[in-house]
């Protein structure tokens, strides 16, 4: 995760400085929510955000269900709102800090264009698996464009293979703005069992920096998670500890491991802070970054009917080819994955002969059919795992 923000850091550098206002709004915002009583403006106890949950999938079985997502929000909407069963395994320590963050996410029932919507995409993509580099936030690398970040959360979920999951933090390139999850985070109701009480925190955890929440080690060797009531930690806590772990001087009962922005077991987390509450709540003030959400239209109700799902699946499994039937040139369309570029295509006859071997060097691949013979043929090319087959008529 921080290296993905350092990584941000190096590319934009107007970026550093948006973390730095956004910072000293925050510290402001903070410093003074003591006084709420005489002041003018007060957020809602609950603040509400709209979701949008972007499904992109290669195999069917990919094709996270609502069902599960819902699961997803519920999991958010529990831990959020201090709802989870397991705060009885907060520290007695550590219960006068625990909170509810007052948040509640929605999926979407209006887009951007005031049309109605489940909140939910769900897009076949040609592309297998992902890394966290962005490229699933542009329907230009396949994978889909985020909604107004002033107005919805953006979740993607695809076969990620380098995290679990990632977020950005605010002041981060609006078409960037929001959380990627991993397949691998979605498992238990994608496979279709029960979700218990301590699933889905990755999401938790990653909404947690998408509202500005640092890792409690601050990033650094006993750093600074720029909030007061979270003790200083010398780094992440793996795995399940139990009983006071001390680092950094700090005293008993020592790290706040079973704290959402720690990266302990999912089992093993149970918590967030008032100071990390106020911090997250002070991005919805007056001027700060993520308060456009409370005057978002996500979620009214339109007057249409959702549209119908498009049917995106099986189109780009199958070559496009271009005329067929064909007499002198075939054209065949790769545009939609260049990593067909350098894999070998065969074409067959009906009796299963090979007729031509050749390489595809280009995104429209043209093929030289004047000497087949009239007939049918079949064309296969190969990549990783996937397979093409496509048939075309010679005349
Ligand atoms: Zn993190």
């Known amino acids: 995760m921080q290296e993905y923000a350092d990584q941000q850091l190096s590319q934009d550098n107007t970026l550093k400085n948006r973390f730095q206002e956004i910072e000293e709004f925050t510290s402001e915002k903070v ?10 403006y007060r957020l809602p106890e609950v603040i509400k955000v709209p979701v949008v949950v972007h499904v992109l999938y290669h195999t069917p079985d990919q094709n996270v269900s609502k069902q599960t997502i ?31 963050m007052g948040f509640e996410f929605k999926l979407a029932t209006m887009d951007p264009k005031g049309m109605a919507t489940t909140g939910i995409i769900s897009k076949y993509t040609p592309i297998t698996y992902w890394l966290s580099d962005d490229k699933m936030k542009f329907s230009a ?41 991993s397949l691998a985070c979605m498992a238990r109701g994608y496979y279709g069992t029960t979700a ?27 750093g600074d998670d720029k909030v007061d009531d979270t003790p200083k930690q010398s780094s992440y806590t793996p795995g399940c500890p139990s009983g006071a772990r001390i680092s950094c ?52 109700i339109p007057d249409s009917e959702p549209a119908a799902v498009p049917d995106y699946y099986p189109r780009w499994l199958h070559v496009q080819l271009y005329p067929n039937p064909a007499t002198t040139e075939l054209k065949l ?31 429209i691949e043209v093929i030289d059919i004047s000497r087949l013979n009239p007939g049918t043929y079949f064309i296969d090319a190969w990549k990783e795992e996937e397979k093409l087959r496509a048939k075309f008529i010679k005349l």
């Open 141 to 181: 690398s396949y994978g889909d464009d985020a909604w107004d970040s002033k107005s919805y959360l953006n979740i993607w979920i695809c076969n990620m293979i380098d995290v679990l999951g990632y977020s950005t933090f605010p002041g981060m390139a609006a078409a960037k703005d929001g959380v990627v999850m």
């Open 70 to 100: 819902d699961l997803l929000l519920a999991a958010l909407n529990r831990d959020f709102n201090k709802n989870n069963a397991d705060t009885a395994n907060i520290p007695a320590a550590f219960k006068p800090f625990a909170t509810s």
């Open 31 to 40: 410093n003074t929510s003591n006084e709420t009583a005489q002041r003018i």
């Open 249 to 300: 001087n700090n005293i008993l009962p020592g790290d706040m491991y079973m704290n959402y922005m720690d990266f302990t077991n999912d089992v093993c987390m149970n918590m967030f802070t008032i100071g990390q509450r106020k911090r997250a709540r002070a991005l919805f003030e007056p001027g700060g970054a993520r308060s456009p959400i409370l005057i978002s239209k996500g979620l009214n």
């Open 333 to 363: 369309f790769f545009e939609y994955d260049d990593r067909w570029k350098g894999k070998k295509l065969q074409i067959f006859d009906i009796t299963g002969k090979l007729v031509m071997s050749k390489v595809i060097t280009s995104s």
């Open 196 to 222: 218990t009480v301590n699933d889905f925190r990755t999401i938790v955890h990653e909404v947690g920096h998408w509202l500005n929440l640092r890792h409690l080690w601050g990033e650094g060797y006993c």
